[in-house]
């Protein structure tokens, strides 16, 4: 299996926890208010591996759990849509080339 490369790109601090920018590079609806987002999967990680994912530098962050393969060139979380929740209706408005953020891999959450 081909290694990746060590992350990089933080793009701010919060609390404790480093961020990395990502550009969307998917979103689909694959079922009614379930979705799931893709960006770049230029990292190592495991199937499952929780994820805190942020849209704005200081905003809510919430635990989301990776649902794409090793072997894949992307990375995708899935997700529902809470309509009254703070976070998902955020990323269900995200377009692919936006940029979001979540910390690195071994960063406190």
Do not use: W
């Not at 990502?22 to 990292?43: C, H, Q, S, W, Y």
């Amino acid at each position: 299996m081909e290694e990746k490369p060590a992350l990089s790109g933080k793009i701010h601090t919060m609390e404790t926890q480093v961020m990395r920018g990502v550009r969307l590079t998917g979103k689909a609806e694959i079922a009614e208010n379930v979705f799931i987002l893709d960006f770049p999967g230029d990292f190592d990680f495991l199937p499952g591996q929780v994820l805190s994912v942020a849209t704005e530098e200081f905003g809510p962050r919430r635990l989301y759990s990776l649902c794409s393969g090793i072997t894949e060139k992307k990375a995708s979380i899935l997700f529902n849509l809470i309509e009254e929740g703070y976070l998902t209706p955020r990323l269900t408005d995200l377009n692919p080339g936006i940029l979001f953020g979540y910390p690195l891999p071994g960063e406190s959450l």
